[in-house]
């Protein structure tokens, strides 16, 4: 067979018949969640500082006592600790992802068990901060109402506000907790779960 002959068979060959590997368009059909997923890691950065920072000035925008400016900054400080431990960790993890490129499956899987361990330290964040929340509003119901403190121990009323605040402040963070890692991270997550799940089926 000579040359003619070769590029002739070639020709008759119909091209629509040839299949592409899928499992390429697939990876990197999860390419546009973790984008998303990297665009509100940085955005959330930028909330937790300019949080930060506002709660701060907190003693000023509600009219604390001067007397009351120690204890706040004390655990202020504190708060300030922890969250420089959580946003450190979610800064590193934001820094991996910008490295990351989905092109092998052991890739996708991989970027996607990170992001699921990640979405968990998330919600350890804001359960650590959640005593600081309880502190504040029994620090604001102090410094608004004085004189319940003092009589409140005689009738129980005390007892049971400070359970209010507490449940409350649990029931409040747990369920703003759910709500924002689901909507800013687990909707993108389970795209990517969904891309996974359609390579295992090959």
């Not at 990197?28 to 955005?43: D, F, G, H």
């Not at 655990?75 to 490129?101: A, E, N």
Request: proline share 4%; aromatic share 18%; net charge positive.
């Amino acid at each position: 067979m000579d040359f003619n002959e070769l590029q002739s068979a070639w020709k008759k060959e119909n091209p629509e018949n040839i299949q592409l590997p899928t499992h390429l368009e697939k990876i990197n059909s999860a390419q546009m969640p973790l984008e998303r997923i990297k665009k509100n890691l940085k955005n959330e950065f930028i909330y937790q500082i300019i949080s930060i920072v506002f709660l701060a000035f907190l003693p000023l925008i509600y009219g604390f006592p001067t007397q009351a400016y120690a204890p706040f900054y004390l655990l202020f400080s504190i708060f300030v600790g922890i969250c420089t431990y959580y946003l450190v960790k979610l800064y590193l993890f934001y820094k991996r992802l910008g490295k990351t490129t989905l092109s092998t499956k052991d890739s996708l899987y991989e970027t996607y068990y990170e992001i699921r361990v990640n979405m968990e330290l998330y919600k350890t964040f804001g359960l650590a901060l959640t005593p600081f929340l309880i502190l504040f509003l029994m620090g604001l119901l102090y410094l608004k109402m004085p004189d319940f403190f003092q009589t409140g121990f005689q009738n129980h009323s005390l007892l049971i506000a400070i359970l209010s605040i507490v449940l409350f402040s649990m029931l409040f963070m747990g369920i703003a907790l759910e709500w924002w890692v689901h909507y800013f991270y687990g909707k993108y997550a389970r795209e990517m779960r969904k891309v996974i799940d359609q390579l295992k089926e090959e």
